[in-house]
């Protein structure tokens, strides 16, 4: 790559969102040179959230495993590796694809712990409940009804207000890559979400937080820095929070800012790491 070329970017969504929950900070960054590049898991694509909702049975039975190979493949037609950011469980598949070692820099918003994390504050375990009360639905699509995407994207928001977000973004959820999620934390060999922790060559990792987040909380986050501090690793982990900030980090007022310190630091730490 020469020096008047920017890095790409990968944008990786969460659950419960399609690749338009990115639209804020993929234009920001497309404004500023970077090519950016936001697939949808398998089963979302480029479809909209009223297809998505009408017939969810593509999302049925993915796990994380899958979507994080789907990404791998995309990557590796990238002529360079790119700076990979992901949000919420799209933060678990940065660190998968991290531990894969396909990006130059990583940046996880409110990320996901991956295996052996097992830091689960209440409003978490809340957050899964509608999913994880029906273990015989593994391999269902449940979809996130208003009342609870309030308490877990929206609790910044009145509820009106909130509603109109949950009609703008809100998909069917991929039921096993919660569940997979959740039995990773107590699994660490075994887990799905398994990484190394310990691995010396891992690209720079920025782990983003906010304070207010009822999904992802900073206590969580802080246990992702931590696991991975623990081993002595010389790789760069870095740990950001951000006060009044909820589990919308990529699109509650003030995002620019967010954005801004996410894609400096990236290019930054992206350079050095390739120098």
Not at 102 to 124: F, I, W
Not at 207 to 216: M, N, P, R, T, Y
């Amino acid at each position: 790559m020469s020096t008047t070329e920017k890095t790409p970017i990968v944008l990786i969504h969460g659950l419960w969102m399609t690749p338009q929950s990115w639209n804020t900070w993929a234009d920001r960054f497309r404004a500023q040179g970077h090519e950016v590049i936001v697939p949808g898991w398998p089963g979302i694509d480029d479809r909209t959230v009223e297809d998505i909702r009408r017939d969810p049975s593509a999302l049925k039975g993915i796990g994380l495993k899958q979507i994080a190979d789907h990404y791998e493949r995309i990557i590796r037609t990238l002529p360079v590796k790119p700076i990979i950011m992901g949000h919420s469980f799209g933060g678990v598949l940065t660190q998968m694809l991290a531990d894969r070692g396909l990006g130059s820099a990583y940046v996880g918003v409110a990320p996901g712990q991956t295996a052996g994390v097992t830091a689960l504050p209440l409003s978490t375990l809340w957050t899964g409940t509608p999913i994880l009360s029906n273990p015989f639905g593994i391999n269902g699509a449940k979809p996130l009804s208003k009342r609870h995407f309030h308490f877990t994207f929206g609790n910044d928001l009145s509820r009106a207000a909130s509603d109109r977000l949950w009609e703008e973004s809100a998909v069917n959820s991929y039921n096993r890559v919660f569940f997979e999620g959740v039995s990773s934390v107590v699994n660490e060999k075994g887990g799905v979400t398994h990484v190394d922790y310990s691995r010396a060559d891992r690209a720079p990792l920025l782990l983003i937080a906010g304070e207010i987040d009822h999904v992802l909380p900073p206590a969580i986050v802080r246990a992702i820095e931590k696991k991975y501090r623990s081993t002595g690793s010389p790789a760069v982990i870095e740990y950001k929070e951000y006060a009044g900030r909820t589990h919308r980090l990529v699109s509650q007022d003030g995002w620019e800012e967010i954005a801004d310190y996410a894609l400096t630091w990236a290019v930054a730490h992206a350079s050095a790491s390739v120098a």
